[in-house]
């Protein structure tokens, strides 16, 4: 058991290294750079700007300094906000992902055996067919899009769900139940 979750881990970490490595070349690939959309600036602005971001070094150079920091959980500061980094943004939003993806996971636990046993107990039958076509929309149809529905479907016609907002159970339960059918 221990070899293979040791393996498993190896193989995970070669995967996130992977990930890495390829989002790297593909946004360096891409023509232009994080400035252009700043409009006219000094020059002298431009060169402090690449300097700051450390993209006026080889791109070898960059990739190592990257690696080296997403290793160590660095994401450096944002580009579109001065008063937080990347950091506090995933400090911030983590919380609110974890939870509705620990309520998304124990909904699936608990609904996704039941839907299979019913199916299993009535072969060919109604509940059989709904479990199907339940199971295909969760595989079949993203959980944004899924959420999107709920929204207009739902959340419009049933009004104790609230439709957007944070801070209660209820506010939880919609994204909850479109994560769960993707899980």
Known sequence: ???YLLKRLFMSLI???AII???F???HSVPGNPF???GKMPKV???NLQQKYGLDKPKTEQYFIYLGKVVRGDFGDSMKSRVETVNDMINRGFPVSARIGAQALLIALIFGPALGALAALNQNKWPDYFSMVIAILGISVPSFIMG???IQFIAKNVSWLPIGGWGTFSHTI???IALSLCL
Request: hydrophobic residues 55%; aromatic residues 12%; neutral net charge.
């Open 174 to 176: 919609l994204p909850s």
């Open 25 to 27: 070349l593909l946004m």
């Open 21 to 23: 490595t390829i989002t």
């Open 148 to 150: 999107t529905v709920f």
């Open 15 to 17: 995967t996130l290294w």
């Open 1 to 3: 058991m221990a070899k």
């Open 45 to 47: 602005v431009y060169e």
């Open 36 to 38: 252009m959309k700043e």
